[in-house]
Structures are given as structure tokens and as C-alpha cells.
């Protein structure tokens, strides 16, 4: 337990540093805009399909453009 604790401690130490500004940005396939809304999409899942039996909500993310306001499908696409 104890020699796994220090690798653990000693993760952080090891990452590398990255510089942001020389990451390629994800730009939107529509308007090259490079900026984007966390946007929700809720699902109902019949109870027959839901684990609990019961009527659930399932949220699935997508990334919305904010210049242009449509949803893209790069990161789904990686
Ligand atoms: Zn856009």
C-alpha cells in the first residue's frame, strides 16, 4: 500500500509542462471560431431500459459554437 501511495505522490511531479498557446485549438467546422458553450442535450430512458426501472434522464454534452450558435461534431469525430 505504501509504495503505491508514493507513486501516486509522485505523479504530478512527472507531468509535463504544457505550454497552452503552442496546443492546436479545435475551431468550429462552420466559422473557424475557437470559442464554445458547454450545451445539454437530455435524454429519457424508458423504464424498461433504465436500471432502476424507473423513467431516468440521461445528459449528454456537446460543444456549441458561440459565434455561430451550431452545435459541432469535432470532438466527436477524435
Ligand atoms: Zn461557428
Not at 1 to 17: C, G
Amino acid at each position: 500500500m505504501n509504495s503505491n501511495q508514493a507513486i501516486l505522490q509522485k505523479q504530478p511531479q512527472q507531468q509535463v509542462k504544457i505550454n497552452l498557446e503552442e496546443l492546436e485549438r479545435i475551431k468550429c467546422e462552420f466559422c473557424e471560431g475557437e470559442h464554445f458553450d458547454l450545451v445539454w442535450a437530455i435524454h429519457k430512458v424508458p423504464a424498461m431500459l433504465s436500471r432502476t426501472g424507473k423513467v431516468s434522464l440521461f445528459p449528454v454534452a456537446f460543444f456549441r459554437c458561440v459565434d455561430c450558435a451550431k452545435v459541432t461534431k469535432i470532438i466527436h469525430n477524435t
